[in-house]
């Protein structure tokens, strides 16, 4: 079945430093593939997207492209602010597949 | 536009009793999902609603159940919980194109279920 590995937290990185958290997938068809962003004692939004092979999602400086020969969609930001601080999830859907399958979620820790 | 709400914020149940937690979709949305995230993992898919009629489950057991309302609302019930029911759920709407394509789903803050 369709599944999702990201990088294990928790990432702790000083203001202005660069950040990847590494994605990969198995899925079978063509997935749509996301970055979901949990701060404290909320509930999921959605950071970023990309619906095909070598689409680049990007928002708010954080930008991800789909990797279809390596499949993966890692996540990078060029100069992380202590507001980023938050659990990132990376997640796939399938086409007209109706469920998100999510990783396991990176703590990240942004320190002035 | 309204968001994704969810009730209620906070619960506690003990083993063996009934849970009801609800659901309203953003507006313009016809699709509900619920999700369960454990502490510390990543939500897992429980089922989603279409047209009032579930249209896909996850690994979960016959003691979760779901109900949407023609008003695209929907309730997720847990019939004899656990003590591992405890997690945050969390509700996901959409839009689902005539297609059967589910766009893009939208989160609402979840409900804190703790299992005594």
């Known amino acids: 079945g369709d599944s999702v590995t990201q990088m294990e937290g928790p990432v702790t990185l000083s203001e202005e430093a660069f950040l990847t958290i590494n994605c990969t997938y198995t899925a079978t068809g063509y997935p749509s593939l996301f970055w979901y962003v949990q701060y404290p004692g909320e509930g999921l939004q959605l950071l970023l997207k990309?619906?095909?092979?070598?689409d680049k999602g990007s928002n708010k400086g954080f930008e991800a492209t789909y990797r279809k020969e390596t499949t993966s969609f890692h996540l990078e930001k060029g100069s992380v602010q202590v507001s980023d601080s938050a659990v990132y999830f990376c997640a796939l859907g399938g086409g007209s597949n109706y469920k998100l399958t999510f990783g396991k979620g990176t703590l990240l820790t942004v320190n002035p | 536009e309204t968001g994704v709400t969810q009730s209620p914020t906070h619960l506690i149940k003990t083993r063996g009793q009934q849970v009801t937690l609800r659901c309203s979709s953003q507006?313009?949305?016809?699709?509900v999902s619920w999700y369960q995230q454990a502490l510390g993992q990543g939500p897992q898919f429980i089922f989603q609603y279409y047209r009032e009629e579930e249209n896909g489950r996850g690994n979960f057991p016959p003691r979760f159940s779901g109900l949407q309302f023609p008003n695209y609302s929907s309730e997720l019930n847990v019939n004899a919980l656990e003590l591992d029911d405890s997690a945050l759920y969390l509700c996901a709407s959409s839009l689902a194109e005539t297609s059967g394509r589910t766009n893009e789903q939208f989160f609402g803050p979840g409900t804190r279920l703790t299992v005594l």
């Open positions: 990309a619906t095909k092979a070598d």
């Open positions: 507006s313009g949305h016809n699709t």
